[in-house]
């Protein structure tokens, strides 16, 4: 079972928004600019699409969406169901969720410096373990599937 968020974390993620909307693709790029120093992670991203800046672009797109749905996660539910899908199609494993908290938490703070302090912090980092406790579930469900 998913924890719930406090309506504390909730109006905090919710009001990072404005913030998601201005800055998102910066603080994507600086994620995986994070993320990729693990080889065999990188491995997992079709570049292509990161050259592009395709694929910042679309997580970009998420995580506003995720800020503005965070107390109505069922608006995400085919968004939720599409990432999952291709997260099997890749190889994403629970295991890769902490290298990715690891790489978004500091972006944040990389990009928006000062405006973001810990308590912001903090209720993102509750924010993206509950999507992806999620996450697994759903590539859990779709691994056994495809087994």
Same mark, same amino acid.
Not at 9 to 26: E, Y
Not at 94 to 104: D, Q, S, T
């Given at each position: 079972?998913?924890?719930?968020?406090?309506?504390?974390?909730?109006?905090?993620?919710?009001? +990072? $928004?404005? $913030?998601?909307?201005?800055?998102?693709?910066?603080? +994507?790029?600086?994620?995986?600019?994070?993320?990729?120093?693990?080889?065999?992670?990188?491995?997992?991203?079709?570049? $292509?699409?990161?050259?592009?800046?395709?694929?910042?672009?679309?997580?970009?797109?998420?995580?506003?969406?995720?800020?503005?749905?965070?107390?109505?996660?069922?608006?995400?539910?085919?968004?939720?169901?599409?990432?999952?899908?291709?997260?099997?199609?890749?190889?994403?494993?629970?295991?890769?969720?902490?290298?990715?908290?690891?790489?978004?938490?500091?972006?944040?703070?990389?990009?928006?410096?000062?405006?973001?302090?810990?308590?912001?912090?903090?209720?993102?980092?509750?924010?993206?373990?509950?999507?992806?406790?999620?996450?697994?579930?759903?590539?859990? +469900?779709?691994?056994?599937?495809?087994?």
């Amino acid at each position: 079972m998913t924890k719930q968020l406090s309506p504390e974390t909730i109006a905090i993620v919710k009001s +990072t $928004a404005p $913030a998601l909307q201005q800055h998102g693709v910066a603080i +994507t790029t600086r994620m995986y600019e994070r993320l990729f120093v693990d080889p065999e992670i990188k491995a997992l991203f079709d570049q $292509a699409a990161q050259e592009s800046g395709e694929q910042p672009k679309r997580l970009a797109g998420a995580i506003l969406a995720f800020a503005k749905n965070v107390d109505n996660l069922g608006a995400l539910s085919q968004a939720v169901e599409r990432m999952a899908a291709r997260h099997v199609e890749t190889g994403v494993k629970p295991e890769h969720y902490p290298a990715v908290a690891a790489a978004l938490l500091p972006a944040i703070k990389d990009v928006l410096g000062d405006a973001v302090n810990e308590e912001v912090l903090n209720a993102w980092g509750e924010a993206y373990w509950m999507l992806a406790d999620i996450l697994i579930g759903v590539e859990q +469900t779709k691994y056994r599937a495809a087994a």
